[in-house]
């Protein structure tokens, strides 16, 4: 598994920049997982926010769940606030006694997203975040597999999480990082890059790497949108941000 892939030649239509880099540096993660479907989901315990979901579910799904905050009622995110190891969401569906979750899972079949496992992980900052795959094949052949890299997927889960949370404060995360304004790290980016300095070099002072570097001129990029790192200069200093 390579997390030392250039985001800035990946694309995937459909998805906006940002979203790109993140569920790249997921697949990076996944190795030979990435072939299924599969849904990171991440919100802090706490506070009432917008959860942070990557995943390669079929964009109608993914769009009218987000829009409805159906993660209130999602039986599998329900099902893994309680828990410490992975679970079948067939023992999360025998819990359940709310009929809106019962006909949010019918629904969520009619898009093939109807069998799966979810791994689950409590971090010390108050973030709760899971990792869903799912089945589209036979379904003796996707338990066996799971429960032979059962390993492996839960530390996929943990890298990537802790990378995710490496980039910007849970703050950060959970308010800007879609639609909002630049970060103070993203300003600091920029504003050295606009100044000449190479990701290299820029990566170097702020004391971060080459890729996250990248990463941020992504999210810069996409939040100005423009479509590279000179038109973002020239878009910041436009609106007054530099």
Request: charged residues 15%; proline residues 4%; hydrophobic residues 40%.
């Amino acid at each position: 598994m390579d997390s030392q892939s250039n985001h800035s030649d990946f694309v995937v239509s459909g998805l906006p920049p940002s979203n790109v880099c993140l569920q790249s540096e997921l697949e990076n993660q996944l190795g030979m997982f990435q072939e299924l479907s599969y849904a990171y989901f991440a919100v802090p315990r706490n506070r009432v926010v917008a959860p942070l979901i990557v995943s390669n579910y079929p964009s109608p799904w993914l769009n009218t769940y987000k829009q409805a905050r159906s993660h209130l009622i999602d039986p599998i995110i329900h099902y893994g606030l309680k828990s410490c190891a992975p679970f079948s969401w067939s023992a999360a569906l025998q819990a359940v006694s709310c009929d809106q979750s019962r006909e949010l899972f019918r629904r969520s079949s009619e898009h093939r997203i109807c069998s799966g496992t979810t791994f689950v992980l409590h971090d010390p900052c108050g973030v709760f975040s899971s990792l869903s795959l799912c089945n589209g094949g036979q379904q003796a052949d996707f338990d066996r597999l799971l429960a032979d890299r059962q390993g492996q997927i839960q530390m996929a889960l943990i890298h990537f999480h802790s990378w995710l949370m490496s980039l910007r404060t849970v703050d950060e995360l959970f308010s800007t990082l879609a639609n909002g304004p630049l970060s103070a790290r993203e300003m600091a980016v920029l504003k050295w890059v606009k100044m000449g300095k190479s990701y290299r070099e820029t990566g170097l002072i702020c004391e971060i790497s080459e890729r996250t570097v990248k990463f941020h001129m992504s999210n810069i990029a996409a939040k100005l949108q423009v479509c590279n790192a000179k038109q973002a200069v020239y878009e910041a200093q436009r609106q007054g941000l530099l």
